[in-house]
């Protein structure tokens, strides 16, 4: 049985874990210059040597889970045949949206393509051009598209099978116990959990990160604090005092209800900008956009520059990659958390069929309006995110009415979006570290959100965005290379359980068969002993 209280002490993963990331937090407070100058040979080494994996395995994630989708897997049930989902349909998604990549898509829904349109991948275009504003939309998709989610998806599905259907702790070693039996309760799981612990840890805070610039740039222009490290610093401090008071609250009353007000809010905003903004436009843009996306996906997907040697795809390609990467362990966990009693293909498509739609909207309308203004009002939007890359989405809402309301509900979807994001992860760390809890203990999360964010604090002190985008590459690709052994233990594991319902179902077709073949007997003796004549 699932226990739905923390019983269980923290264990060697708790206390390995924390130990490794405060060894971080001081090696990058006492020596920030040795610290910033390793992490750049490691991701030097990383990106040039493997590069190309981080490609093809994230391609190879959403190839493996549209098959499993439409296989005879997709109808397994994540709980028992016939249980009812745990959440509506809606706060589902809301929740899946909210911490996933929620922070994401404000920071960059502006500043990506407005940067692209500047300087355009790979040169393929003239800068400031049709053709760049073109490409720029294209690849705004794509890093926010399937791919992304497919990361969290092939976690997710691990987590919620064991957890749901095998009656197993929701621990990402458990996703191995079909191929490496009860080697996960020993050194060899606790292993695997510790790495799931650190790489959530630099994903999450590398969004905290991400999230405190996008604040203090909001911040500057609407009530004209001064854009600089120590605002950052004082912003996460209370940011994270109020998602860690938020952690202590239960699943069902904290984070669902934060992230139906992060949709609503954020729908609020994303319809003023539609319509207040150049709708046609959007529109046009995001049909084009969308068009260009799937035309071109499989160029995209695996594309390098061995011929010219430009970092394009390290700079960007393989940093989203990486950041989906290291955040797979906590959003598909919690995912998983919050999907019991839906049937796989339902899990796949929602994970990542529905939040990919609503990143092209916003896309559309915030990237798509920058674009509009930037191309037929010059704007200077380009110049504004080229001196700082945060400040683009609220460079565009003061072009557009009401921009010191629309501003200040800006801020606060951010700040909302940001506690989503970091109060789903201490839940999921308390779950990694407590064994497995369903509900982990209190503590445990509080101490999880204290790591999270003195690492977020040490990264904006070692460089800001450089430094989060370095360490976001460099903690995900060990945590890749265990997802492909993830994800062949889950198709065995699916296979087992398909290979036992087609035995059950065979047994159940001859039982079947075989009173059937009784009762003929049956019946033609009693019409052999009706015809015989009865003596005289």
């Avoid at 805070?205 to 500057?220: E, F, R």
Wanted: with cysteine; charged share 10%.
């Amino acid at each position: 049985m699932i226990n739905t209280v923390s019983q269980s002490q923290p264990g060697w993963v708790f206390y390995i874990s924390i130990s490794l990331l405060s060894g971080f937090i001081a090696l990058a407070t006492l020596y920030p210059d040795l610290f910033s100058i390793s992490a750049e040979r490691a991701l030097s080494f990383t990106t040039s040597h493997f590069g190309w994996l981080y490609l093809s395995v994230t391609t190879g994630f959403l190839v493996f889970c549209i098959s499993i989708a439409l296989s005879n897997y997709g109808r397994i049930r994540l709980g028992a045949d016939g249980e009812a989902p745990e959440f509506s349909y809606l706060s589902w998604l809301g929740m899946i949206f909210s911490a996933g990549m929620g922070v994401g898509l404000v920071f960059w829904g502006v500043a990506e393509p407005i940067t692209h349109y500047a300087s355009p991948p790979f040169g393929n275009a003239p800068p400031h051009s049709p053709e760049s504003a073109g490409l720029a939309m294209r690849y705004s998709l794509f890093h926010w598209g399937f791919h992304q989610w497919a990361n969290f998806g092939i976690v997710g599905l691990a987590i919620a099978y064991v957890r749901f259907r095998q009656q197993r702790p929701g621990l990402i070693s458990e996703a191995f116990r079909s191929t490496l039996g009860d080697r996960v309760d020993g050194g060899m799981g606790h292993a695997i959990n510790v790495l799931a612990v650190v790489s959530t840890v630099f994903g999450v805070a590398t969004t905290l990160g991400l999230g405190m610039l996008q604040i203090n740039s909001g911040a500057s222009s609407v009530f004209n604090i001064e854009f600089a490290l120590s605002s950052q610093l004082v912003i996460l401090a209370g940011v994270g005092v109020i998602f860690l008071l938020c952690s202590l609250a239960p699943l069902e009353s904290g984070i669902r209800h934060i992230s139906d007000l992060n949709m609503w809010l954020a729908g609020l905003l994303l319809v003023f900008v539609f319509f207040a903004g150049p709708t046609d436009f959007i529109t046009a843009s995001m049909t084009n956009a969308i068009g260009d996306y799937f035309g071109n996906l499989i160029g995209m997907s695996l594309v390098m520059t061995p011929y010219t040697g430009e970092d394009w795809v390290e700079r960007w390609t393989i940093f989203y990659w990486a950041w989906g990467l290291s955040w797979a362990p906590f959003v598909g966990t919690f995912i998983a958390r919050i999907s019991r009693g839906r049937t796989i293909r339902e899990f796949i498509f929602g994970v990542i069929g529905m939040p990919v739609l609503l990143s092209a909207l916003w896309f559309a309308t915030f990237g798509g309006s920058a674009l509009y203004f930037e191309v037929f009002r010059n704007a200077q939007i380009a110049e504004t995110v080229s001196q700082e890359i945060s400040a683009g989405l609220f460079a565009l809402l003061e072009l557009l009415p009401g921009s010191a309301v629309t501003g200040v509900m800006m801020l606060v979807l951010i700040v909302l979006f940001v506690i989503t994001s970091a109060n789903s992860a201490t839940f999921v760390l308390g779950m990694f570290a407590g064994k497995g809890a369903l509900v982990p203990k209190p503590w445990l999360r509080f101490t999880f959100g204290v790591i999270q964010v003195l690492v977020a604090g040490v990264l904006l002190l070692s460089g800001g965005l450089s430094s989060l985008q370095t360490v976001s590459i460099v903690a995900a690709f060990p945590f890749m290379i265990l997802m492909v052994f993830m994800a062949s233990a889950l198709l065995k594991s699916l296979r087992d359980e398909q290979r036992q319902i087609e035995l059950h179902e065979a047994l159940m077709r001859e039982r079947l068969q075989r009173l059937i073949d009784e009762h003929e007997v049956d019946r033609s003796k009693s019409e052999q002993d009706q015809d015989r004549p009865t003596p005289q």
